[in-house]
């Protein structure tokens, strides 16, 4: 959901362009990049493998390590801060408790020799500075927002107890424990299956609703687009080719790739009547009617 | 998972484990079947009659079938009875027990060694992958494990002992006057530092590769993301999924410590088995060797069952089963 | 299945293939790994030092400046720099030098024959445990757990005491030390790449066992067991040299670089280090450059590296 009043933009990224040294040369993969987030604002960040749609995310948490990438040049301003500039230690302040990060491989993307109670609690201890018992409330209060079944007996639990979808919900809390203001999800659902993708996606609109987290969403899937965001940016091979609204990039995209992209989603297309519905029904509904086509499909 | 479902493969392996000691001491006792020469011409000397020959023989049970002498063997094993030395006028048991305690003392050392310095030194040359530190490091654990350790023992006298006198040149504690706990560790310095350095460069050499896996792992990107400093992510997650490839390293770099403890303690006059061995192979005092070679095999097999069930303890998903 | 498709599985198993490669005009994998492994300067040069001591001691006889066995005891223990002796000379008057090129035969020669004629054992050995799984497979690495319950120096030692000393016993006691240690990992690296994607494709295309055990198998394992091989030989050279140093290896005046070593521990409290401390820095040396060699391999026969 947007902030109607259209205040100072949450994270801007400006000119940014990232290498990478290779054996094989130098890879642009990011080349002058531009994205604004505004405080609440669902933002896909859409684009083949290689458009550097995931340096870009990487890059405003300043996980790209440092061996083989260079930042060459722009800012990456989060409410006002630039975060190329500051200190590592500030950074890393940062992370995880205003920035969140979901990333793609929910399957092993949690220690597996600690129960995620204790990860999450070391998480929230570390920014917050609380006593352990604070920190295992605020802990269980995180998986119950993110709809964990029987969340008291599942801090106790390892990640190879958890199915898919559960531990990309614990990923989610873990990201959010600290209620960050911004969540950079990088293809939060590619690694899932069909039926647990719609869920997290309602999930991750549903906590935006409630928590008022922006979020920048990776994906390569539009339908995924349609589903949530508010807004679309579209990259190609490092660069940006078109942005702007999402419905209105969904119902008329401007660049050849763009409409290409848009077309290999059935069903995608809008029609008069469903316009004038709410944002929220018109877009559960559309997906699922996806979901319906796919069904039939396979 | 029921307690009885947890204990089968601990069960599996104890029972593995004892048939590998039986193998171990059917080898044993076979190897010295292959030794040339009479035992009993060995006690009685060159000159002995055919017939105090076979009464030495009737008297040590050597006349009797070889399963029949195997078995015996095996119920001696196991009532502690290893027969009596044949150069020495003692019984093999009371021979090798206060030695094989100061081998203990000296493998101790050597392992915690090891440890202390090996491990960490793994991790930081993994934490610095390529950096200077790294490839000095390897250099020189790729050197180190290459050292022969009766060559190393002796530089180590030469420049330690002899040349700066800082320490004693060998034995456990000074001959003419001997001290307590203070002097052994001065004598122990030496011998466990020559001892530890092949198995420390192994260790530290592991460490480094494991830890590359660990920290190119998901989920270490996930704790970065959440803001956890870098020593936190290092030394406690880090490390914790490290242990269990570490811990069977560590058990198998044991063996080699066992196993080249005798060099040591041959070449710093240290009072421990490998000593005992050493003498008795010469000497060819066959009960000594069969039953001074059997204590190692079975603290070998004992460190690396202990080793194996630390493993199953730490993993936490070979614990219980899991979803995948 | 159809008449079409059973000729079609003949002739895939009749076709002929060349030597250790995929698919016509490809360098084979060997070729590839040799040029990488020559671009690693490192291990190139390791690789020219072993040769060089090799050469060395092959041409010992044309380069000793005296006999290895026979001493002048009035010179004895001179040290390093003596004209005529560059090397100085040992307890019993001998040339430390001479004593280093012929010892290199022995120590070289006891390291790596038995590597080189288990090698062959081994990968027999470990390709069919790890082919055949289940029962046969299990039940010949049990066998060989029962070797591996002895550590490797105690149990070359063991052996050497009991077949005593001597050239040939020296290297029977190694060769038999080395058997389930390489061995293990013929069969380790048999039945992770049984489990991998071109046994399977090779299997169901019909191709008779022993294709699929020669053509696709065999290389890959020969390549994970020559890595290991060379760093187990420059293992050998240390534990050889040490068997002859507590005196069940070869049998003196033969020299040999553990006994020299020996010698010179007697010597060291007389205050001459050089006679214990030069051949201890050959083998060393000998070592660390099949342990590099070794690392070379590792890394040139990794597929991934190679890029034609």
């Known amino acids: 959901m947007q902030n109607p009043e259209n205040s100072a933009p949450l994270l801007e990224v400006e000119n940014l362009s990232v290498e990478f040294h290779t054996d094989g040369g130098v890879v642009h993969a990011v080349s002058g990049v531009d994205i604004t987030l505004a405080p609440g604002e669902v933002r896909g960040l859409v684009g083949e493998s290689g458009s550097g749609k ?144 719609k869920q997290i996606l309602d999930l991750l609109l549903r906590l935006n609703d409630e928590l008022g987290t922006a979020v920048l969403l990776v994906t390569h899937d539009f339908g995924v687009v349609s589903h949530v965001c508010d807004s679309v940016t579209v990259m190609r091979r490092g660069k940006v080719l078109e942005q702007g609204v999402a419905k209105d990039v969904l119902r008329d995209p401007q660049h050849p790739y763009t409409q290409a992209l848009v077309k290999a989603v059935p069903r995608l297309h809008l029609s008069e009547s469903e316009r004038a519905v709410p944002r929220q029904q018109r877009r559960l509904h559309e997906f699922s009617e996806v979901m319906a086509s796919v069904g039939e499909a396979s | 998972m029921s307690a009885l479902t947890r204990l089968r493969p601990i069960a599996g392996r104890l029972a593995s484990t004892v048939l590998v000691l039986l193998g171990v001491s059917l080898i044993v006792f076979l190897l010295l079947q292959l030794v040339p020469g009479d035992p009993a011409r060995t006690i009685l000397g060159a000159g002995a009659t055919q017939e105090s020959v076979a009464a030495v023989r009737a008297e040590l049970g050597l006349d009797k079938p070889l399963p029949v002498q195997f078995l015996e063997y095996l119920q001696g094993l196991v009532t502690g009875d290893l027969g009596r030395s044949l150069t020495v006028n003692q019984d093999v048991a009371t021979m090798l027990l206060p030695r094989f305690e100061n081998t203990l003392i000296l493998t101790g ?133 490290a242990l269990p490839p570490i811990v069977n390293v560590v058990g198998l770099q044991i063996g080699y410590l066992l196993g080249g403890v005798i060099f040591v303690e041959v070449v710093f006059g240290w009072p421990g088995l490998g000593q005992q061995l050493y003498t008795s192979i010469t000497q060819r005092d066959l009960p000594v060797v069969q039953a001074g070679t059997l204590f190692v095999a079975l603290a070998f097999v004992l460190v690396n069952l202990v080793a194996d069930l630390a493993v199953g303890v730490l993993d936490p998903r070979s614990r219980r089963g899991g979803k995948r | ?276 401390t030069i051949p201890g820095l050959l083998i060393l040396v000998v070592a660390l450059s099949f342990n590099l060699i070794g690392d070379g391999l590792r890394d040139a026969l990794d597929p991934r590296k190679q890029t034609s």
């Not at chain 2, 060694?113 to 654990?141: E, H, K, N, S």
């Not at chain 2, 002992?161 to 001065?186: K, V, W």
């Not at chain 2, 590769?209 to 792992?217: G, I, N, R």
Request: aromatic share 6%.
């Open chain 1, 54 to 197: 995931s340096v870009t995310s990487l890059a405003v948490l300043g996980l790209l390590g440092t061996r083989r990438a260079r930042i060459t040049s722009g800012r990456i301003l989060f409410r006002g801060t630039d975060l190329l500039r500051i200190p590592e230690r500030e950074l890393r302040g940062l992370r995880g408790s205003h920035i969140g990060m979901v990333s793609q491989n929910a399957l092993s993307a949690l220690d597996p020799s600690f129960p995620i109670g204790a990860q999450l609690v070391e998480v929230i201890r570390r920014h917050q500075g609380v006593d352990r018992a604070a920190a295992r409330k605020l802990a269980l209060e995180s998986l119950e927002l993110v709809r964990l079944p029987d969340a008291p007996r599942r801090l106790r639990a390892y990640p190879h107890e958890l199915s898919g979808g559960q531990r990309q919900r614990v990923v989610i809390a873990l990201a959010l424990a600290c209620r960050p203001e911004l969540l950079l999800a990088d293809e939060p659902t590619t690694a899932l299956d069909a039926t647990v993708q």
């Open chain 2, 109 to 241: 050392a050597a392992l915690l060694l090891c440890l202390v310095v090996g491990i960490p030194l793994g991790i930081l040359a993994a934490r610095f992958q390529y950096g200077l530190f790294d490839r000095v490091a390897m250099f020189v654990t790729l050197a180190g494990a290459s050292v022969p350790v009766y060559w190393f023992g002796l530089v180590l006298i030469g420049v330690f002992a002899l040349s700066l006198d800082l320490l004693p040149t060998s034995g456990m504690y000074n001959t003419r006057n001997p001290g307590g706990f203070p002097d052994m560790l001065e004598h122990l310095v030496l011998p466990a530092v020559a001892a530890a350095l092949v198995p420390l460069a192994v260790i530290a050499r592991m460490t480094r590769s494991v830890f590359v896996d660990v920290l190119q792992q998901d989920y270490i990107r996930t704790l970065r993301a959440s803001g956890l400093s870098e020593t936190a992510i290092l030394w406690r997650h880090g490390l914790r999924n």
């Open chain 3, 1 to 276: 299945m159809s008449s079409t498709q059973a000729a079609q599985r003949t002739t895939l198993s009749r076709v002929p293939r060349q030597r250790g490669s995929r698919s016509p005009g490809r360098p084979s994998r060997f070729r590839l790994g040799v040029r990488a492994f020559c671009r690693d300067k490192v291990a190139v040069g390791a690789l020219v030092v072993l040769v060089l001591v090799a050469l060395a001691s092959v041409f010992a006889p044309l380069l000793a400046p005296h006999s290895p066995t026979a001493g002048d005891s009035t010179m004895r223990l001179e040290g390093i720099g003596t004209p005529g002796h560059p090397l100085g000379l040992d307890g019993q008057g001998r040339d430390v030098l001479s004593r280093l090129l012929y010892g290199g035969r022995y120590s070289l020669l006891v390291a790596v024959v038995p590597v080189l004629v288990v090698f062959p054992i081994a990968l027999a050995t470990g390709m069919v445990a790890g082919y055949a799984r289940g029962r046969t497979g299990e039940v010949i690495m049990r066998v060989l757990d029962v070797l591996f319950a002895f550590p490797l120096v105690l149990l070359a030692i063991a052996l050497a005491a009991v077949l005593g000393a001597g050239l040939g016993n020296v290297m029977l006691a190694i060769g038999i030390t080395l058997v389930p240690y390489m061995a293990r990992v013929a069969y380790t690296t048999t039945v992770q790449e049984v489990g991998k994607d071109y046994v399977e494709a090779a299997r169901a295309s019909g191709a008779p066992t022993r294709d699929v055990l020669l053509r696709e198998l065999l290389p890959n394992v020969v390549s994970g067991l020559l890595v290991y091989a060379t760093t187990l030989a420059g293992l050998m050279i240390v534990v050889a040299a040490g068997l002859s140093f507590l005196g069940v290896g070869i049998i003196p005046p033969t020299p040999d670089w553990g006994i020299m070593t020996s010698d010179g521990a007697s010597v060291l409290l007389e205050g001459k280090y050089h006679v214990a």
